[in-house]
């Protein structure tokens, strides 16, 4: 499987299970078919009912400050430099012709690896690359609650580079303190109402 495909599919998976996707369970074997992670995993989400895979998935990524989906949250918090990152994710993607849906955030992961997979190594991935520090606290916060949608974030972790001793020393420091708190000048760059729903789900 090439690295489009093996974004586009985390992408997928990674997105809040619905109806539409658990009917699409052939589909998803094959797509998964060849990356022991990703078969293991739609194992996983076939087997259980509905109302099960999208409690799992809120409980996950939605209730747990270490374990969110937007990426820009743990280098910077809710600060200015968090407001000013998503407006850069914004003009990138605009760069490439994409927009996004109202009220969604540029940094939320699925669209990342979209991104990433749409517009190819380079410039495509440079998000993936920029947030690697994020996606490995991330990752070790789903290997911690023992989900299997860690197993999504080893494939992901697997095709980007690997962390230097700087991105260790860093993640211990975040680890440890987690990410800064600020929460005044979102506004000033245009982005802070559309931050109000991960607050929200932080508090």
Known sequence: MNRSHLFQLASLLLTYPDRELLDAGDELRAAAAGVDEFERFVEWLLSGTLTEVQRHYVETFDLRR???????????????????ALLMLKQ???AHGLRLADGELPDLLPIVLEFAATVGPG?????????????????????DTR????????????????????????????????PPVETVGL???GLGPNLAPYAEVCR
């Open 147 to 178: 989900t299997p949608y860690a197993l999504i974030l080893d494939v992901v972790c697997a095709q980007l580079p690997q962390l230097t001793d700087e991105d260790l020393a860093a993640l211990t420091f975040l680890a440890f303190d987690g």
């Open 92 to 94: 990138r993607y605009r």
């Open 187 to 189: 506004d000033e760059v």
């Open 123 to 143: 410039d495509g991935e440079a998000p993936l690359r920029q947030h690697r520090q994020g996606i490995e606290l991330l990752r070790s916060a789903l290997h």
């Open 66 to 84: 270490r374990s969110g989906l937007y990426l820009t949250y743990y280098l910077h918090g809710d600060t200015r430099k968090r407001g000013m």
